[in-house]
């Protein structure tokens, strides 16, 4: 089990901190879009008790047991295109991704949180 980011990543992540402080990154997913899940990232203000801890170049990672089957394996860049930044997510569990790009299914993996979508 990993989550990894790159060094582009690393050095965003460390400016987030830096300003806003926490304990290190919180990543999983939401229910929302067309295709049914979207990445949650955030800053970590605590460790919650079903959190599972990664680390990628000094940076901490935690990610709730319901989010980690879906995002297992991603590995987080960090993009500028012009005026444009943003997070890119290399998921190897992701399926298929509605056409504007916001949401994504994995056909294997639900959350055990949260009922299959029919659609």
């Known amino acids: 089990m990993s989550i990894t980011l790159s060094d582009k990543a690393v050095a965003r992540v460390r400016q987030f901190l830096q300003r806003d402080g926490g304990v290190g990154v919180r990543f999983g997913v939401r229910r929302t879009g067309c295709s049914g899940w979207a990445y949650d990232v955030g800053i970590a203000d605590s460790v ?16 709730d047991a319901k989010s980690l089957g879906m995002v297992d394996g991603t590995h987080i860049d ?9 997070f890119v997510f290399d998921n190897p569990n992701v399926k298929a991704e509605c056409g504007c790009g916001e949401s994504f299914t994995t056909s294997d993996i639900q959350s055990p949180q949260s009922p299959a979508n029919p659609f």
């Open 78 to 86: 960090f993009v500028a295109q012009g005026l444009n930044q943003s």
């Open 48 to 63: 919650n008790a079903d959190d599972h801890h990664f680390q990628s170049a000094g940076v901490d990672i935690y990610v």
